[in-house]
């Protein structure tokens, strides 16, 4: 690091990287190797003393790893980073790093699912408790709060139906009970909000998304002091082996290389995307934390400093088929899971229920999300338009 306070490019270009050390070449190196060799065995034994800050065994530390961690600590303005095998493991390993049995847990209602499948299916078992509740008003985690509670969960905002919390308030209420915070920052990324900032403890994402952001490595990161990413480090990451391999680490350093572009062009897509689809009397509503009709528009507006390409919307359809025939009928909106890369992508709610269970009647069945890649926006309005006139064919 040159300066106190880097630049994004300075972080995304240079930080962590020592080109004199191979060969001057642009691109760091994939040290692809398993084990690192020493000299002496009094270096070998300060190494496994201290194995958080040497090479060993890439299930710890790897040269390649290190750039990546480096440069995501310093987007979050954390003190430390970890970069993991996916954004679940960043889920797991934040909150099973600090909760043991007897314990009691605060979290914002229907955050990710693997998260909920971890609060609901495998914390009960060893005896910690979680409370679900509305995250739009910080009175309501005050509330839920036990002389048990150890952890307030976040996710702001969400990724279906974009709920904000309002981080600042919730970390000050946190810690005048001395509860950790943990935020899921998947929706923003490092670029448009930074919850570290605000005063939460630790600040995690899939990296899947956008940090990588080429829809070809699963990966997770978690930010926060350097004592807290040390203790994950040497528990749950190396008991569990929940590392990224180096390959995956050196892609994601080359994804990392265009996040503000991409992010930015994604981000005006959207917006682009959203006005497009209001002037559609079959759109229902609209839910995109940056639509002044959004219902918590001002605090997004002071929280973060951009949205990135994921919204969602309810059709008005009176049978199932309709919302078939819409994301049916779109040709390069592709119909899949996750987001952040390169291809704008489509996905209902129903997909995620049993037939007979769907009801037209309920809105929240009718609801799409969408992630508007960075495609050229004449490319994506086509494809709308053709998906809403398939929605009417009989
Ligand atoms: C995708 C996602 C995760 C999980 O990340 P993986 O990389 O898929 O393991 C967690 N939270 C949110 C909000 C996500 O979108």
Same mark, same amino acid.
């Given at each position: ?38 000299? %002496? ?7 496994? #003393? ?58 914002? !209602? !229907? ?19 979680? %409370? ?24 702001? /905002?969400n990724s279906w %139906? ?11 209420? $946190?810690? $005048? ?28 994402? &899939? ?5 990588n952001g080429h ?10 002091? !350097? ?6 480090? &040497? ?24 996040? /503000? ?19 559609? #009397? ?10 002044? #009709? ?89 494809? #709308?338009k053709r998906g ?7």
């Amino acid at each position: 690091m040159k300066t106190e306070n880097p630049s994004i490019s300075e972080i995304i270009n240079e930080l962590a990287e020592d080109r004199s050390k191979y060969f001057n070449s642009i691109a760091p190196p994939v040290i692809q190797a398993s084990n690192f060799s020493f000299d %002496t065995v009094d270096q070998f034994r300060d190494a496994i #003393l201290h194995e958080e800050s040497a090479y060993i065994y890439s299930r710890g530390n790897n040269p390649t790893v290190d750039i990546l961690r480096k440069k995501l600590a310093a987007l979050d303005h954390a003190e430390d980073a970890l970069v993991l095998n996916s954004g679940a493991s960043a889920i797991y390993a934040s909150v099973v790093a600090n909760v043991k049995s007897g314990d009691h847990i605060v979290s914002v !209602k !229907k955050p990710y699912g693997w998260a909920q499948h971890l609060f609901e299916k495998i914390l009960p078992r060893f005896g910690v408790e979680t %409370t679900y509740v509305d995250g739009t008003d910080v009175k309501n985690f005050e509330q839920a709060l036990r002389p048990t509670t150890k952890i307030i969960y976040l996710e702001s /905002p969400n990724s279906w %139906t974009f709920e904000l919390q309002d981080l600042k308030a919730v970390a000050e209420l $946190a810690k $005048a009970n001395q509860v950790l915070t943990i935020c899921d920052n998947s929706y923003c990324s490092s670029l448009y909000q930074r919850p570290i900032d605000y005063g939460i403890d630790i600040s995690f994402q &899939s990296a899947t998304k956008y940090l990588n952001g080429h829809s070809d490595v699963v990966a997770g990161v978690i930010s926060g002091t !350097k004592e807290m990413i040390n203790k994950i480090f &040497s528990n749950e990451l190396m008991t569990a082996g929940l590392g990224i391999s180096p390959f995956h680490a050196w892609l994601m350093i080359r994804g990392l290389r265009t996040l /503000p572009i991409r992010l930015k062009k994604s981000s005006k897509n959207a917006r682009m995307i959203v006005s497009f689809l209001k002037t559609f #009397l079959e759109v229902e509503s609209i839910s995109y934390p940056f639509d002044p #009709l959004f219902p918590q528009y001002d605090l997004a507006k002071e929280q973060m400093e951009d949205t990135g390409g994921l919204f969602s919307f309810v059709l008005k359809a009176e049978k199932v088929e309709v919302i078939e025939k819409f994301c049916q009928g779109l040709q390069h909106f592709l119909m899949a899971v996750s987001w952040g890369g390169y291809e704008s992508l489509v996905m209902p709610a129903i997909v995620g229920m049993e037939k007979g269970t769907i009801n037209m009647d309920n809105p929240e069945h009718r609801r799409i999300r969408m992630y508007v890649g960075i495609e050229e926006p004449e490319y994506l309005i086509e494809d #709308l338009k053709r998906g809403l006139e398939a929605m009417k064919k009989r």
